[in-house]
């Protein structure tokens, strides 16, 4: 059974940053993984995504801000945030598309307020 789960998530004050962990159970070497989030009364939204190879794509509202990046020794997705704003608020989700499933984890609160 895949189990992703991710930590990292808190109250940070607006400008500050957090460090969030996906630590998968299964190896991710060969897979895309994706940061997603999900505000209260939105739709889930991809924040950042990391290919097989380490190329990144992002969001135009985090771009410059966020870092994606991987350890495939360790199967564990990173997402530093810096510059965080009150709209960066959210549940964040680790994604692992990986053969026919799709794998989501628990999720991670980060709250952004002074």
């Known amino acids: 059974q895949v189990q992703l789960v991710e930590s990292g998530g808190g109250l940070v004050q607006p400008g500050g940053s957090l460090r969030l962990s996906c630590a998968a159970s299964?190896?991710?070497?060969?897979?895309?993984v994706g940061w997603y989030r999900q505000a209260p009364g939105k739709q889930r939204e991809l924040v950042a995504g990391?290919?097989?190879?380490?190329?990144?794509n992002y969001a135009v509202s985090v771009k410059g801000r966020f870092t994606i990046s991987r350890d495939n020794a360790k199967n564990t997705v990173y997402l530093q945030m810096n510059s965080l704003k009150p709209e960066d608020a959210a549940v964040y989700y680790c994604?692992?598309?990986?053969?026919?499933?799709?794998?989501w984890g628990q999720g991670t609160q980060v709250t952004v307020s002074s």
């Open positions: 990391i290919t097989s190879r380490g190329s990144t």
């Open positions: 994604n692992l598309p990986r053969g026919p499933y799709d794998y």
């Open positions: 299964v190896s991710i070497f060969g897979y895309a």
